[in-house]
């Protein structure tokens, strides 16, 4: 096993199905297709997402004064969130595949006040541009599913945190998820979303992997635990249920079903309106499993 602050060549011998050899370094090349997108009903979701409710594993190792890497940022609400964590004199550095939504993150961090906190790049987490040992803590939520490559990311997010720092991450599994009352319709999504993300190059069920792509990138202090979103109440049944019917036919993930075959714009139409039946029955209720890992460096 390559230790992430292995050489270049080392690493070059590995087999992975994201790198490419250039010269006598090795490069990575995302390989996998983020299956959301970034269309509105995604980014609805990403939105509600806070420290307190998505990364409250991490919030007591979060010291003012400390460098954090926050991957796979999204639109920043949790960049934000972490960012007052390490104010004034920490520093935030957010960053995400797709610069549309870097616009928005940016837009976020200004309108708190959190400007000279938190500064945004576009990144690849398989190749991250900074030098080894930048920062105190390498956060990544709900990124390691969509990735070609975990274990290589978990290395590559190693290679940047300091000795005695922390790499978190956490990531949903979709074959956990549960809900009642029965609906066949979102059986149906269920097993199309896996089929689909998975076709994508991703891991829907990446909760399950987590501690385990961690010990294979090398970390032997790993801590583990999960934590639940739970959507109960009517509004947030409503709200959790009109987003996944709008996403399953609306989104990226639509086309990425329809294009690559494996839904008709029909089926898809079914699957959302079963979205819509069950989101109206008052005994809906909803629950999502997320893993988390807390691996020291």
């Known amino acids: 096993m390559t230790d992430a602050r292995g050489t270049a060549a080392e690493e070059a011998t590995e087999e992975t199905v994201t790198a490419e050899t250039v010269t006598e370094e090795t490069t990575v090349k995302e390989t996998a297709v983020y299956t959301h997108g970034h269309h509105e009903s ?15 594993y991490l919030i007591g190792e979060l010291r003012p004064g400390m460098r954090v890497l926050d991957v796979g940022c999204g639109p920043g609400t949790i960049t934000a969130d972490l960012a007052e964590l390490v104010a004034p004199d920490g520093h935030v550095t957010a960053v995400d595949a797709a610069e549309d939504v870097l616009e928005q993150a940016r837009a976020h961090a200004a309108e708190r006040g ?153 089926e898809l139409a079914a699957v959302a309106e079963a979205w819509h039946a069950w989101g109206a029955d008052p005994d809906a209720w909803f629950s999502v499993l997320n893993a988390e890992i807390l691996c020291r460096v």
């Open 42 to 56: 995604v980014l609805r979701s990403h939105r509600w997402r806070t420290a307190e409710n998505s990364a409250a």
């Open 114 to 266: 959190l400007g000279d906190v938190v500064s945004f790049a576009t990144a690849d987490v398989h190749a991250l541009d900074f030098p080894d040992d930048s920062f105190d803590v390498v956060h990544a939520h709900q990124v390691l599913q969509h990735v070609g490559d975990p274990v290589r990311a978990l290395r590559e997010m190693r290679r940047v945190c300091r000795p005695g720092g922390i790499v978190a991450a956490r990531d949903a599994d979709y074959a956990a998820m549960t809900w009642y009352p029965a609906a066949p319709g979102l059986d149906d999504w269920l097993g199309l979303y896996r089929r689909v993300a998975r076709a994508n190059g991703g891991e829907p069920d990446a909760g399950r992997h987590l501690r385990a792509w961690a010990r294979q990138a090398g970390f032997a202090d790993v801590t583990s635990s999960a934590s639940a979103w739970c959507f109960a109440a009517p509004e947030e049944i409503a709200w959790w249920s009109a987003l996944w019917a709008d996403r399953t036919q609306a989104s990226a993930y639509a086309a990425n079903a329809t294009g690559g075959g494996h839904a008709t714009a029909a």
